[in-house]
């Protein structure tokens, strides 16, 4: 059983940048979350859990984020996008129905080839090979529903399960991993957080703390990682951060405001956050 986890929700551009700000605040106040003995994301945080394996610094994060400094990966994700995606996840209240549906959608992609997932990968990721450091990166199979965090003994080479973590539907089809083909972990979860059990100490950071619909609240398990005997801490965004994130997640203009409203944040939850990672 591992000792520490740090958690990364995912969320878009926005996400991403709150929680570099968040990190870069706890750090600051001496709380410093980077070196989790696993790191584990879904979706935007799979990338921030990367490259934190990779020896990147919240400070050197955050002031990438601020400064816009480091292109992020910028998509459209249209009206008709969303439309799609709120049509599947509103369809039912039962959120293994939910995970099906949104399965279903990303199966219908038939006109966007997967080498487009990957190559948005390749231009995002520090390394093209698994970190040394324990990373788990969630995604779902659109074939059955069921959930798996990608690391480095899983057979699978990195920018693949990184394109599974961030194969959101209708955007980017599914990804062939074996037998199956893997979706955004977000269609299950926005954090996933229950699936880091096997870790004594958790902490999550969860950008959308719920998704649309049935989806389960990240709350919801944390409080199951407690009940199971884990010391576990949810951080999520508090309404000044929401005003700073706007409406569209994948809006750039927004990352500088976002970044900083983590690092505030970070900074107010220190002494909550220690007591979880240095009980």
């Known amino acids: 059983m591992a000792d520490t986890a740090l958690v990364l929700g995912g969320g878009g551009l926005t996400a991403y940048a709150w929680q570099v700000g968040v990190l870069a605040g706890l750090a600051e106040a001496g709380v410093d979350l980077s070196g989790a003995d696993v790191l584990a994301g879904t979706s935007a945080g799979s990338l921030l859990a990367v490259e934190l394996a990779t020896g990147r610094a919240p400070a050197d994060l955050y002031g990438d984020q601020v400064s816009r400094k480091r292109a992020m990966l910028e998509v459209d994700f249209t009206l008709a996008m969303t439309v799609k995606y709120l049509w599947a996840a509103l369809g039912s209240r039962d959120p293994q129905a939910v995970v099906k549906r949104l399965g ?23 390394v093209q090979e698994w970190p040394e450091r324990p990373v788990r990166l969630f995604a779902v199979d659109a074939l059955t529903g069921e959930a798996a965090g990608f690391g480095a003994d899983s057979g699978v080479d990195l920018v693949r399960a990184m394109a599974a973590s961030c194969a959101l539907p209708p955007l980017y089809p599914p990804i062939t991993i074996g037998a ?31 998704g649309p619909g049935a989806s389960p609240n990240a709350s919801h398990h944390v409080a199951s990682l407690s009940a199971a005997g884990a010391r576990a801490a949810l951080l999520t965004p508090d309404r ?14 927004r990352i500088p405001g976002a970044a900083r409203a983590g690092l505030r944040q970070g900074a107010e939850h220190a002494e909550r956050i220690g007591a979880v990672w240095h009980g």
Do not use: H
Request: proline share 7%; glycine share 6%; aromatic share 4%.
């Open 104 to 126: 279903r959608l990303a199966l219908n992609m038939r006109d966007v080839p997967e080498t487009v997932v990957f190559d948005a990968m390749r231009s995002q990721l520090p």
């Open 240 to 253: 000044a951060a929401r005003r700073a994130f706007g409406r569209n997640p994948l809006d750039a203009s």
């Open 180 to 210: 199956g083909r893997w979706i955004d972990g977000g269609a299950r979860s926005t954090t996933n957080a229950d699936l880091v059990d096997d870790c004594r100490r958790v902490v999550v950071l969860a950008p959308i703390p719920k």
